[in-house]
């Protein structure tokens, strides 16, 4: 044979190798990724203690339900003040649908904006 025939016998060769090597690899390690499902996997033992600890949290949600409403008439009054003061209008000129926190990161060109979008009206 030439030269260069039996370098491309020796590529071919040095691919397939490779290829192959690349091949059982990522074959072993797809197998370890199965086991490591049985090793970490949990039984419904975890599941029932969680759903024990939500029916726990629940029962305290609405014990302090009553008091957080108490709580929501008070800021929703002190933010009605502060808006009819803002606004010049009495606190009947308007309705409170809903209030919720404005993202701390919001940049200040977005709070100008939506300040001034409230004058528009």
């Not at 091949?23 to 370890?32: E, G, M, Q």
């Not at 049985?38 to 975890?46: L, T």
Request: aromatic share 8%.
């Amino acid at each position: 044979m030439s030269e260069l025939a039996l370098n491309l016998l020796e590529s071919g060769r040095a691919c397939v190798l490779g290829m192959g090597i690349v091949f059982v690899t990522l074959y072993v390690l797809s197998i370890i990724l199965d086991f490591m499902k049985y090793i970490f996997y949990h039984d419904d033992k975890a599941v029932e203690v969680k759903k024990n600890e939500q029916d726990v949290v629940a029962e305290k949600a609405d014990v302090q339900e009553t008091d957080v409403q108490e709580d929501d008439t008070q800021i929703v009054a002190v933010i009605a003040a502060a808006l009819s003061q803002y606004m010049d209008t009495s606190v009947g000129a308007f309705k409170i649908g809903s209030i919720r926190r404005i993202h701390k990161k919001t940049p200040v060109w977005g709070i100008a904006a939506r300040m001034d979008s409230n004058q528009f009206d």
